[in-house]
């Protein structure tokens, strides 16, 4: 069966709750049992697939962990908390004082921050790698590389990586490949291009209506599986039920929601495309990105997640632009129904491409018309025009 159709069912057990489509909110810390053998025999071999106590996962939360393994293609996931815990949670199972880790220079902010501020104090160091290296991966590869970390496209200027030479670099070496793939959900499956733990920030798409923080860590093997599921454990990073409970219900809808607001995305990005007081749209999907053929080559579609350069101006200037947008609002997150505008800054964007220090403006592009968003935008460089 295609994807679109399994999404659509795994996880899905109704014979469990009374034919209801839905399985409930299980609220629970404590699970009890009748005998201190079958006590013995639910913490076994079968630990993590039987629910043994909150903090380890209830029906709800593996309905959810089911469904999102289909839809990243993988064997086994788990559930926590936020996007970030999935990132700081499979890099503490996977490194070692001593380890060192390679980090493409488009990550996410906050996964440079944890590597910096945290993952130093444990004595793993981090080597920032630029995001189009491809092969040439291997040249920084040390004995003690374990992980090499890859997010595609990049947060800021969307470069796209080449996962598949960059994965066999780290294999030929024992390195572990990690990838956030919130960006790619759905139309960029990480294992069939040599990616050994996919994680999401399950928070923007998945969850899908802004309203709970979510992450998932994916795997496709039960020796990593049971390295980062216990990881997890004992961290104690776990997912509230509400959460996941949400969490399943926006990954139902997940792909028509994804179709529809890529392609609103990609009509906005090629109207700023046209546009004078634009210098460059940065969208993977549009022939002039420079990774567009890499693009074509690793991913099915896309999201509606991209950025445009302005040329240098005066602050009050992009201020009047942005600040008076009515539907794309002022915020850092994405993936929800709603528009979102951000203007991304140097912090941020680290990529060679990204070093213009021009002023990079990100849209998400939410479920409204597009033609209205244009109209939004279109009023905002009207804006700037009157504004000396
Ligand atoms: C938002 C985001 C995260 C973190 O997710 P949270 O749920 O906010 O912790 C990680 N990676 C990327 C690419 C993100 O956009």
């Not at 994807?3 to 009890?32: F, K, L, Q």
């Not at 029906?59 to 996931?77: D, N, R």
């Not at 496209?153 to 030479?165: H, L, M, N, R, V």
């Not at 920030?201 to 020796?223: E, P, R």
């Amino acid at each position: 069966m295609k994807r679109d159709t399994r999404i659509i069912h795994a996880g899905s057990h109704p014979e469990r709750w009374n034919g209801a489509v839905n399985p409930p909110v299980w609220r629970a810390s404590t699970i009890v049992s009748p005998s201190i053998a079958a006590q013995r025999d639910l913490n076994g071999p079968n630990r993590f697939a039987n629910v043994t106590y909150g903090r380890h996962g209830t029906p709800t939360s593996k309905a959810f962990e089911e469904a999102v393994a289909e839809l990243e293609g993988g064997s086994h996931c788990i559930a926590v908390g936020s996007g970030l815990a999935a990132i700081t949670a499979t890099l503490t199972g996977l490194l070692k004082t001593g380890d060192h880790l390679l980090m493409t220079d488009g990550c996410y902010g906050p996964t440079r921050y944890f590597c910096d501020k945290s993952l130093t104090r444990f004595g793993i160091e981090t080597t920032y790698y630029d995001p189009r290296i491809g092969g040439d991966i291997a040249s920084l590869i040390r004995p003690n590389t374990k992980v090499v970390f890859v997010e595609s496209p990049s947060s800021g200027t969307f470069e796209i990586q080449d996962i598949p030479a960059i994965a066999a670099a780290a294999h030929a070496a024992g390195a572990v490949v990690v990838a956030d793939n919130t960006w790619g959900l759905g139309t960029f499956m990480p294992f069939e291009h040599g990616v050994d733990v996919s994680l999401q920030a399950a928070t923007k798409y998945i969850v899908g209506h802004s309203d709970a923080m979510l992450g998932t860590i994916t795997v496709n093997n039960a020796d990593l599986y049971a390295t980062v599921r216990g990881s997890v454990a004992l961290f104690g990073f776990s997912a509230g039920s509400e959460e996941v409970w949400l969490g399943l219900r926006g990954l139902r809808t997940v792909s028509v929601r994804l179709r529809q607001q890529f392609d609103s995305g990609l009509k906005v990005a090629r109207w700023l495309e046209s546009r004078p007081e634009v210098l460059k749209v940065w969208h993977p999907a549009l022939p002039s990105h420079p990774d567009h053929a890499l693009w074509q080559r690793d991913f099915t579609g896309g999201c509606s997640l991209f950025s445009f350069e302005l040329p240098p101006m005066a602050r009050e200037r992009l201020e009047a632009m942005v600040d008076g947008y009515h539907l794309f609002r002022l915020g850092y997150s994405w993936g929800g129904f709603e528009s979102l505008a951000v203007v991304t800054s140097d912090e941020y964007v680290r990529t060679a491409t990204g070093k213009s220090g021009n002023p990079i403006v990100r849209l998400h592009v939410g479920l409204e018309d597009p033609d209205d968003l244009i109209a939004d935008l279109e009023q905002g460089f009207a804006r700037l025009k009157e504004t000396p």
